[in-house]
């Protein structure tokens, strides 16, 4: 399977955010538009909705208030594109399609075609640190995925799993100053949703640069985002993790996780907000609240469980796949990923997330 051969992409430092996307684009030229070419819903809606007159106002609103908020950002995004050889515009579908499909007509076709579940479970212990994270999606983003080992302008450099053509990182990542992330999705309901706003894409890849727990808590709260989100920040310095639920609007909330173990799927828990029924995700709560959470083993036992048939933990498709699972440990500072059922524990990369020492 192509996955169990993560590209890793060592690059930098770059003179810019063009520079930066451009040699990405480059590199990955062959995936980026392989994706483009199999991802059903790039073609059979963003890309016709993109056609449409109604579309131009939300993909003119979108652009205008990124560029602005994130310049750099934007920057690459060009350059991921132009490196290779693709529209600016179909990688903008790709980078803002949570901001956009709540505004693609409804069929009896699409109406579930983007849904998109990951899996975390988070402790903050005497005896362990932990955030454990099933990175679900389509199962048309298998083999269409890579690493991105950034050195940026003046020294600040970040690791972040990424998915072809799209921003590092809308998954998982952590960066030289002791910060790191995962996420998940969050379904609002759609007059929860905000048009032409900042996209979530653009927000995590600025997490990617904070330097510590406040920094990434700012980085979050000043922008205005189009569509709710639920973030996991991680600070291995200061050995904390919070859970932080947004929605549009400036709405959010923080949960710090401590010793009791903490289970986040795809529905908001501590974020009073009006959301759509995930029967999926609201399985997964139910049954990971059933399961030992007592070790790190434990932690991986329960990101591979395959017990509800209709609605695993693990998943293997048809629509949703497991593409890997990422298990932070801030105690031993590592980052390791792991293809296949996570609680074989067959580990395929380890990174180490020590901060630099003068990282503030």
Known sequence: MEEKNLPIFEIGPCESGYQLGFLIGQRFTKQIRSRLATDL??????????????????LKSLSDANREKFPSYWDELVGTAEGSGVAVLDLMLLNFRKEILPFVPKTAVNLDADAEDCSDVLVVSDSMAVAAHNEDANIALLGHTYLIRA??????????????????????????????FTLNSVPPSEDEIVAGGIGRNFISRALLEATNMDDALTR???????????????????????????????RFSVWEVQETPFF?????LHLQIQEVQDENSLSRQKRAALLPKQTKADFLSLLGDTDDENYPIYMKGPTLYTLCTALLDLDDQTLSIIEGNPKEQQVTHVFAMSPRIHAD
Not at 41 to 58: D, G, H, R, Y
Not at 155 to 179: K, Q, V
Not at 264 to 268: E, L, S
């Open 41 to 58: 819903i790039f073609q059979n809606q963003l890309l016709p909705f993109a056609q449409t007159k109604q579309s131009q106002t939300l």
């Open 151 to 180: 050195t940026l302008p003046n020294g600040p450099s970040f690791t972040a799993y990424t998915y072809a053509g799209e921003l590092p990182s809308c998954a998982f990542g952590f960066n030289n100053h002791g910060m790191a």
């Open 220 to 250: 979050i709260r000043s922008s205005a985002a189009s569509v709710g989100h639920s973030y996991n920040l991680i600070d291995i310095k200061a050995r904390r993790i919070l859970n932080v639920e947004t929605a549009s609007r400036n």
């Open 264 to 268: 986040h799927a795809n529905m908001y």
